[in-house]
């Protein structure tokens, strides 16, 4: 019997794992620019323990057992076709669309090219090397767990992270956000709160220069890490009839992750405004859903009859300090041991390699 097609575009967190799920199910085509994977979380650790990249930069070609992984750029999509930059088009029954986010240099690839993702990490790592003093602007996830690596690596580096609100992850109960300023302050941070960089001179990649608070503060640093959010790369999902696109520009969605007049056309992770963060953690929830979804409606159960996506009511959240401090957020806060375990040891980095059979 045929099998129906299944079209992935975009190969992050969303897309390598769809497709591998689906991949005795289907017939499936994932679709990514890179040759290779990469894992952010560990782009951080990455700048102070180089060696790891070569860990974290896990190439497709093992993905799949029944699929394929096409390398190219999708430039349009129809109800039945992804089309490539190259002009080649793909045809397929279902479409899923995952092309993610973009982030400030050198922690996620700014392009299709991962010579290019190496270099910028190297150029920055041996930058924050040199430098005596640091500013973090942005004390999100990457910013704080940023400002923990370098401590932790680095201790006699002069490092600020700087957040605009008065408190660290005011989202969650407040001993997080207190226990984890604790922990940086001790470790040397100084953690200025409620203060916007005014000067920004780059918003995608570190600079050295001063950084001028809201209060008049002028902060000088050898190297400045604008860390201020995730840019959705939503242009392919925006492209689709009846979509609406939220002011964050990412795409709403119905209950079943379909954000367009297409019944067969799905989003997940970072494009989807579904009411997740932008987080590996949302598309841990997201994920299983998704594959569940489509495994029963290839077998010929329609998607309205099945459960809708219920997004995280707070989704958990791990932020390691380094590879042996931190706290995290599973529905209470825990402290260093738990963080240490379930993240800041390992970054998952294993748990990749052998979802990429390396
Ligand atoms: C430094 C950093 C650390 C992070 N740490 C954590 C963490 O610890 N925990 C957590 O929960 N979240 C973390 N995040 C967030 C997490 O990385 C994102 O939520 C996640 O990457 C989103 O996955 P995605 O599959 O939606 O998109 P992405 O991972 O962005 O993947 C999208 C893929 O689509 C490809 N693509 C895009 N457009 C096209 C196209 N037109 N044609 C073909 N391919 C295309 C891209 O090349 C890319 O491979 C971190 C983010 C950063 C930047």
Known sequence: MDQKRVVIVGGGYVGFEVAKALDEHADVTLIEQREAFVQPPAAIRALLQPGILDQIILPYDRLLKHGQVVRGRATAVSQFEVTLDDGKAYPADYIVLATGSSYAAPFKPAGDSIADFRNASAVVSAQLSAA????????GAVGTELAGEIAAAQPDKDITLVSSDNTLFPMYPCKLGAQLKRKLERAGVSVVLGQRAENL?????????????TDGRVIQADLVFPVIGSRPNAGLAQSLPGVTVAPSGRVKTDQWLRPSDYPNVFVAG???DVGDGMTIVAISRQNPWLIKTLKRELRGQAVEQQKPYLPWKTAPILLPLGPKIGNSWLFATVGDWITRRMKGKDLFIPKYRKAFRR
Request: proline fraction near 8%.
């Open 132 to 139: 005596h003093s640091v500013v973090i602007v942005g004390a």
């Open 270 to 272: 970072d494009i989807a």
């Open 201 to 213: 001179q780059h918003v995608d990649k570190p600079y050295a220069g001063p950084v001028a608070l």
